[in-house]
């Protein structure tokens, strides 16, 4: 069964931080570019971070020097590791995986709530 199954959301004080982590089923992972994107209330879904293969990472403009992203090939995992939290950080973060000839992902996961509170 193709899926993505995030951990690791939860409630944090701003200047903290938080590990999400995302299993993905052997049948998407080898081949997918792997991410985290996020939805705030009354908002759109933005990108996060972006990890290839190879270990290439990308990263919105608002997380750069924050938050990394990082991929275990062996455990088929992908990890944000979020640090200097912000309220502005609070969303549903959501692991996808995308085909490297795609724009948008293929694949989501089932979302994970992140607050970040005062």
């Known amino acids: 069964q193709v899926q993505l199954v995030e951990s690791g959301g939860g409630l944090v004080q701003a200047g903290g931080s938080l590990r999400l982590s995302c299993a993905a089923s052997?049948?998407?992972?080898?081949?997918?570019?792997m991410g985290w994107y996020r939805q705030a209330p009354g908002k759109q879904r933005e990108l996060v971070a972006e990890?290839?293969?190879?270990?290439?990472?990308l990263y919105a403009d608002p997380v750069k020097g924050r938050f990394t992203i990082s991929r275990d090939d062996e455990k088929k995992t992908s990890d944000l590791q979020m640090n200097s939290l912000k309220h502005e950080d609070t969303a549903v973060y959501y692991c996808?995986?995308?085909?490297?000839?795609?724009?948008?992902?293929?694949?989501w996961g089932q979302g994970t709530q992140v607050t970040i509170f005062s």
């Open positions: 996808s995986a995308r085909n490297p000839f795609s724009d948008i992902p293929g694949y």
């Open positions: 052997d049948a998407i992972y080898s081949s997918n570019v």
């Open positions: 990890i290839y293969g190879l270990g290439r990472t």
